[in-house]
């Protein structure tokens, strides 16, 4: 069975861009939740989707935003970028939600000049 | 307020020797992860604890529910184990997403 899948895996952005990243769970998977990793802070909670509803959200600004669509691929994006939402952003997929092993994606690195 | 903590945050180790790795929690959890990270990102989940003892090759991990800790200990550690080691636990308040540890850095010299 493949692996989660992100994509990008590397992307530049200047400050007040917009960005959207993407992750294909594994097959089968219908939960997929988000997390920013920066040396500052470390790893963070964004979102958790489960059958196309988002079922959790981290403490993280509007502009923060995702998406899950009816073959439980998610999106996020992330609009009016600022230096500070540079980071590893990672997802993570799990058959169901809440207490299941979660398996985690390569990562997209986002660098905001 | 940090719901997870973890130590020490950093340790190093000779090849062959056991090593501890503690995480202490102060909420209710429903359940704790320990997650593995080398250079490069990548996060490899190593268990998923709700009671009890698990044990996985050269891994063990304990958590103990009413003195709200947990501990993942490796026997005879090999330079292949460094990587960052972060415990991660789910709180039920929060409709259990997870919250993290700082994460432990170990390194092991050969």
């Known amino acids: 069975k493949a692996g989660v899948t992100q994509t990008p895996r590397y992307l530049i952005k200047t400050r007040g861009q917009q960005v959207t990243l993407s992750c294909s769970p594994i097959?089968?998977?219908?939960?997929v939740s988000w997390y920013q990793q920066t040396p500052g802070q470390g790893l963070q909670f964004l979102f958790e989707?489960?059958?196309?509803?988002?079922?959790n959200k981290g403490n993280f600004p509007g502009r923060f935003s995702g998406r899950q669509f009816s073959n439980s691929r998610s999106e996020m994006n992330v609009s009016t970028l600022e230096l500070g939402d540079s980071a590893l952003y990672l997802c993570?997929?799990?058959?169901?939600?809440?207490?299941?092993?979660?398996?985690f994606g390569p990562g997209t690195r986002l660098l905001v000049l | 307020k940090n719901e997870v903590e973890q130590s020490p945050q950093n340790l190093t180790a000779q090849e062959g020797e056991f090593i501890t790795i503690n995480c202490s929690y102060s909420?209710?959890?429903?359940?704790l992860h320990w997650l593995q990270q080398h250079p490069g990102g990548g996060i490899v989940s190593l268990f998923m604890l709700s009671s009890g003892k698990k044990k996985h090759g050269r891994l063990i991990a304990t958590i103990n529910i009413q003195e709200k800790h947990s501990s993942l200990h490796i026997t005879a550690s090999h330079p292949r184990d460094s990587a960052v080691y972060i415990c991660a636990v789910r709180i039920m308040e929060y409709g259990n997403k997870l919250v993290f540890g700082a994460g432990t850095i170990l390194r092991v010299k050969s």
């Open positions: 909420v209710g959890i429903s359940a």
């Open positions: 989707y489960f059958s196309e509803t988002q079922r």
């Open positions: 097959s089968g998977h219908r939960s």
């Open positions: 993570a997929s799990s058959l169901g939600q809440g207490t299941e092993t979660q398996y």
